[in-house]
């Protein structure tokens, strides 16, 4: 008699359980979707890399120069680099125990090879790493843009 009154009692609930209907109403602001429409119609656009309008930054590669757990070192090493590579970025990141200087966004990895070979005499241990990069800057003149 027991186990038929568990059993009705737990026929009961799990039917309760599953009876439940809801709605869902989402509260957002209005300019949410007009943005989104014009983030569309940039990417949208016939390929052509337009001035002013944002690029979308995409997985590449970046070298590593240097590795270590001394932090002055780490920055010397950076501004060694900057010296000699004024146009290149460098990017100084902490895993513990280590700090890792990684220059460079370059999209394909043979530019991250090129830029090895030159390297090698200067710095002897490098690596590539695929990571996301920074999108390109571009350069645009102004009387271009009229």
């Known amino acids: 008699m027991k186990y038929v009154f ?26 949410i979707d007009s943005l989104i429409a014009k983030r569309a119609e ?14 979308i930054s995409a997985y590449g590669y970046r070298v590593q120069i240097f590795y270590g757990s001394d932090r002055r070192e780490v920055f010397n090493q950076q501004s060694r680099f ?14 513990e125990p280590n700090y890792y200087v990684r220059v460079g966004d370059f999209r394909t990895r043979l530019e991250a090879q090129r830029l090895i070979s030159e390297l090698r005499p200067s710095f002897p241990t490098l690596f590539i790493f695929r990571e996301k990069i920074n999108a390109p800057t571009l350069e645009t003149n102004p009387d271009d843009q009229k």
């Open 42 to 55: 940039v990417y949208r656009s016939s390929g052509e890399v337009k001035p002013n309008k944002p690029i």
């Open 6 to 31: 568990t059993f009705i009692g737990c026929l009961l609930l799990s039917v309760a359980a599953f009876a439940q209907k809801g709605e869902v109403i989402v509260v957002k602001d209005p300019l």
């Open 82 to 95: 900057k010296s000699s590579y004024p146009k290149l970025n460098s990017y100084i990141t902490y895993k």
